[in-house]
């Protein structure tokens, strides 16, 4: 399958911080998906992108498609107790499977 | 509100036995259901694609004699683990397209946590 790396692997930020996260992959994407996993749970989608350069943003949550259509970025603003969980970017291969990122893991203290 | 549901979220069986997830789309047809398998700390790996009607195609080292997929209708896919071992134990995760089209986000179940003992 695709590789998919995402940066950080974990953050612990202070409750108020902003959150920044990364996604790249070795292949080109046409389309960028950003989900939340809480413990025990299935993934939840925050936001999908469909073109190179595009910025959408969810609430706090900002995320941007790479120019070079090999990356993405995810912000938080004023990150709050509820980010807490695991945050995986996706992307499809030409057959509409999705491929998931190596995941960042967010712990916001109080 | 949920748009996959998958059932059950937790079973443990005994090492041998045969287990199946099933899993639904709730108020759409999915023609194409993806199965994915996480262990504690790792990311979703996908396992395979259920197409309805037809057979499943599975991604490179997912034994298909061991699990079987049946997508029998538009809002029906079932993984059954056969002969579970131990080290199938892991969390199955189904997931579907509210739209049949090409990218369409994926949507996904709570989950199936197997252990085998």
């Known amino acids: 399958g695709q590789q998919l790396n995402q940066s950080p692997q974990s953050m612990f930020i202070q409750e108020g911080e902003d959150v920044s996260m990364n996604c790249t992959s070795s292949s080109i994407f046409n389309t960028w998906l950003w989900y939340k996993q809480d413990p025990g749970e299935g993934p939840v989608l925050l936001i999908a992108?469909?073109?190179?350069?595009e910025l959408t943003s969810n609430g706090r949550l900002t995320a941007q498609f790479g120019i070079t259509r090999k990356d993405s970025f995810l912000n938080i603003s004023a990150s709050i107790p509820s980010d807490v969980g695991i945050y995986f970017c996706?992307?499809?291969?030409?057959?509409?499977?999705?491929?998931f990122g190596t995941g960042t893991s967010l712990t916001v203290i109080p | 509100g949920a748009v996959v549901s998958q059932h059950p979220s937790w079973v443990i069986c005994k090492s041998g036995t045969s287990v199946k997830i099933e899993c639904r789309s709730l108020?759409?047809?999915?023609?194409?259901m993806f199965w994915y398998r996480q262990f504690p700390k790792q990311s979703l790996m996908l396992m395979a694609t259920s197409n309805e009607g037809s057979k499943a195609t599975y991604e490179q080292g997912v034994e298909k004699d061991k699990f079987l997929i049946n997508h029998a209708s538009l809002t029906l896919s079932t993984l059954t683990v056969t002969s579970a071992h131990p080290e199938d134990s892991s969390f199955y995760i189904c997931?579907?397209?509210?739209?049949?089209?090409?990218?369409?986000?994926?949507?996904f179940g709570n989950g199936t946590r197997l252990t085998v003992t």
């Open positions: 996706a992307g499809p291969n030409t057959g509409n499977q999705f491929y």
């Open positions: 997931s579907a397209s509210r739209v049949s089209s090409y990218n369409s986000p994926l949507h």
């Open positions: 992108l469909y073109k190179a350069g």
């Open positions: 108020d759409f047809q999915a023609t194409t």
